[in-house]
């Protein structure tokens, strides 16, 4: 399986993806770099988190028009998955792979802690190892991850089954103050129409090994390995 990860002026999570991917993958993947205009074979693409560009005018707007970014959607709409974290997520939808948009946060602060998600769908390749409506516990680091879309897009991500994963209470439960960033119907990840490309702002590569405190993300790598191998 042939893995890459972008990497922008800015990234501070391609090296922890990385390391991630290679535990699962078992050998580590190609990092890409922003400037590139063309891409190698690729079975999965990652976008990583960090503050690309410095995230000057808005997060991930100058990112998105890249020259790596044109490849990246063109391989997308050709059906070759793409994994957007954090920054990435960001990237995804001012590309327009993803719909909605990611605001600042409703606190208007920069937050850096655990969270706990509630798994919404299994059915991806991206969520396959994990068992639907469960409760894992993954890191969030971000200033702008306010998960915002209008009503009808909202819905129709819900009709759909698009929505992978919600900010949740340890229990599962729906909570406010579950919800670190204020985003939409607690929304912490979703999916494109095909489920091929995932954008989600918490950090799964941060909790992949017991050495961080936790392998929670781990499986996010592993079912995505064991899907495209």
Known sequence: MKAAVIVFPGSNCDRDVAVALEQSLGHAPRMIWHGEATLPDLD?????GGFSYGDYLRSGAMAAHSPVMGEVVARAKAGVPVL????GFQILTETGLLPGVLMRNASLKFVCRDVHLRVESSQSMFTNAYEESGVVRIPVAHMDG???????TLDGLEDAGRIAFRYCAPDGASSP????NGSARDIAGIFNRE???LGLMPHPERLSDDALGG????????????ALS
């Open 44 to 48: 999965l693409i990652v976008v990583p």
């Open 195 to 197: 489920r091929t490309v």
């Open 177 to 180: 103050d579950a919800n670190p």
């Open 84 to 87: 957007g974290i954090c920054n």
């Open 146 to 152: 306010n998960y915002f879309a209008d009503e009808d």
């Open 215 to 226: 392998h929670d993300g781990r499986a996010l790598f592993d079912g995505l390995v064991a």
